[in-house]
């Protein structure tokens, strides 16, 4: 995620969503990854990394969660390709949502794409530099939405990759959990300020 632009609202190239297509995407696609988690449990039944809740793992996530939010302000800045991608996911997904929506879009997916691939895939690929890459490549590539948007794909796999690292320093899924949750809520609320901004 990251900040608007100043011109007004970029509009997809793609039929505009609903709030109600959006959310209930939201969900079923926040089901198939727990049941994926499920699914790969049930194969390869490998010690998941445990989501224990402490004051300091929850900081820890906190600060993760801001540092994203202010690279992605710095890179959407700098890379117009990234810009680019970014302003279609942003007006494609969060501009069709009310605000009490984006509660919704900050715990859906971090609890979903968490638990799958910092929970699950990186302790079953190795909780190592191997595993991190995997996981975040594969990451990435949940984010590819096609071939104009392969630089929010390359986006996604360096904050899986961040993420990652979170989840390996501490040994707690928490902290890429959390951190999930505020970049994108930070980032969807700041959007949507923004855009009233603009539109007003």
């Excluded at 595993?131 to 939405?145: E, P």
Aim: aromatic residues 10%; hydrophobic residues 50%; negative net charge.
């Amino acid at each position: 995620m990251s900040e608007p632009p100043s011109n007004p609202t970029p509009q997809p190239d793609v039929e505009p969503l609903s709030r109600v297509q959006v959310l209930t995407a939201m969900g079923v696609t926040a089901i198939v990854l727990l049941l994926a988690s499920r699914l790969w449990l049930l194969l390869d039944p490998v010690a998941l990394l445990p989501l224990d809740w402490s004051i300091q793992s929850a900081l820890w996530g906190v600060g993760l969660g801001v540092g994203i939010t202010a690279a992605s302000s710095i890179t959407y800045r700098l890379w117009a390709g990234y810009r680019q991608s970014a302003d279609y996911y942003l007006a494609l997904i969060i501009q069709p949502l009310a605000l009490p929506d984006l509660i919704w879009l900050g715990l859906l997916p971090a609890l979903s794409e968490e638990l799958l691939f910092r929970g699950v895939m990186l302790p079953s690929v190795g909780l190592n530099w191997y595993g991190l890459l995997i996981s975040s490549l594969c990451f990435g590539v949940m984010h590819f939405s096609g071939r104009e948007q392969w630089s929010y794909m390359i986006w996604a796999t360096t904050i899986g990759l961040v993420l990652g690292w979170g989840a390996l320093e501490t040994g707690n899924l928490l902290v890429p959990v959390v951190a999930h949750i505020v970049t994108n809520l930070v980032s969807s609320c700041i959007w949507k300020w923004r855009m009233r901004d603009v539109a007003g």
